[in-house]
């Protein structure tokens, strides 16, 4: 099946830091990639759709100036978490779509955010 | 609002007993869904998925099957094992929004006692 892959998985920073997610579609090309958030024992909730090309589309009471998303290829989204506080402590997951008549959705193994 | 919920958050079974997961959902106009296993740490892996025009669907040891009367999803694994123990979520493709993102139940948690 089709492979996303999201890096880091796990990352701790500082409060105040900004801290870069990376997700990519390694065997497919993805014009649209979703990134959600998951806090310990609760859903995935959706933050975002990353539009290549255009800006993102963020879901009521996401901060886009907070979590910059940016898809600038086919292949490559990124979510950036800028001046971080504890409560972005979160396991955050990003999608992309295959394209065509099938279109399925695969998910990149995740990225477990700790601000210290 | 439109939601995705479950039944059961924790589901204990015996190693090679046969599980059922439900699902309900309340959006009539969602016309796919989609079964994920969810380990710890890890993101959603693909289990199965099915359409609205089905009502069952077979995989390998796994069946979903789809009730539109009562907006309801399960979950059917045979024949569980050990390494079935996941979370597990449905979620639905939101077809009246346009924008094609899926909508994740709570989580149903399935252990498998050996």
């Known amino acids: 099946g089709a492979v996303v892959s999201q890096h880091p998985s796990r990352v701790i920073c500082k409060s105040g830091t900004s801290v870069k997610i990376e997700c990519r579609s390694l065997?497919?090309?993805?014009?649209?990639m979703f990134w959600y958030r998951q806090f310990p024992k609760q859903s995935l909730m959706l933050m975002a759709t990353?539009?290549?090309?255009?800006?993102?589309?963020?879901e009521q009471g996401v901060e886009k100036d907070k979590f910059l998303i940016n898809h600038a290829s086919l292949t490559l989204s990124t979510l950036t978490v800028t001046s971080a506080h504890p409560e972005d402590s979160s396991f955050y997951i990003c999608?992309?779509?295959?394209?065509?008549?099938?279109?399925?959705?695969?998910f990149g193994s995740g990225t477990q955010l700790s601000v210290l | 609002g439109e939601s995705v919920g479950l039944h059961l958050p924790t589901l204990s079974v015996q190693e090679g007993d046969n599980s059922i997961i439900n699902c309900a959902y309340s959006?009539?106009?969602?016309?796919?869904f989609i079964w994920y296993k969810q380990e710890s740490g890890k993101g959603p892996q693909f289990i199965i998925d099915?359409?609205?025009?089905?009502d069952k669907r077979q995989g390998q040891r796994v069946t979903v099957l789809l009730n539109k009367t009562v907006k309801h999803l399960s979950l059917q694994i045979a024949a569980t094992q050990p390494g079935d123990s996941a979370v597990y979520f449905c979620?639905?493709?939101?077809?009246?929004?346009?924008?094609?993102?899926?909508?994740f139940g709570s989580g149903t948690r399935l252990q498998v006692q050996p």
């Open positions: 999608s992309a779509r295959t394209q065509g008549g099938n279109e399925k959705l695969f």
């Open positions: 065997d497919f090309q993805a014009t649209t």
């Open positions: 990353s539009n290549e090309g255009s800006k993102a589309t963020y």
């Open positions: 959006n009539s106009a969602s016309d796919y």
């Open positions: 099915i359409r609205s025009n089905m």
């Open positions: 979620a639905e493709n939101l077809l009246d929004t346009g924008r094609r993102a899926l909508t």
